[in-house]
């Protein structure tokens, strides 16, 4: 069993940056694909990024190349997204994910653990 925390999540201004962070729980974290999406209300959970385990290998949805960025760190069980160059749209519910694999997955069938997702605002 996984547990996720997400954190970072906030109110910010469009332009700005956040960093938003998701500490796991045990002790195989490295064996995790890792995931993140964001839900607006009104619409579907979108897939964000994700990244693998072993090589860290990323995968980023199409609206959000260019501006945000997966990391990892094993040593400290943490997923990292950094989010620059925040619009209004970016508006959204951000959640954390993991699936037991190496593989990259887009679809939020195929992650097994989600945290309980962390609140980013942008104001125009």
């Known amino acids: 069993q996984v547990q996720l925390v997400e954190s970072g999540g906030g109110l910010v201004q469009a332009g700005e940056s956040l960093k938003l962070s998701c500490a796991a729980s045990g002790r195989t974290f490295s064996s995790y694909t890792m995931g993140w999406f964001r839900q607006a209300p009104g619409k579907e959970r979108e897939f964000v990024a994700a990244?693998?385990?072993?090589?860290?290998?990323?995968y980023y949805g199409d609206s959000v190349k260019g501006r945000f960025n997966i990391s990892r760190r094993d040593d400290e069980n943490t997923v990292y997204l950094q989010i620059d160059s925040l619009k209004p749209e970016d508006t959204a519910v951000y959640y954390c994910?993991?699936?037991?694999?190496?593989?990259?997955?887009?679809?939020?069938?195929?992650?097994?653990?989600w945290g309980q997702g962390t609140q980013v605002t942008v104001s125009s």
């Open positions: 990244i693998s385990g072993a090589y860290g290998t990323t």
């Open positions: 994910a993991a699936r037991r694999s190496f593989l990259l997955y887009n679809d939020y069938g195929s992650y097994d653990y």
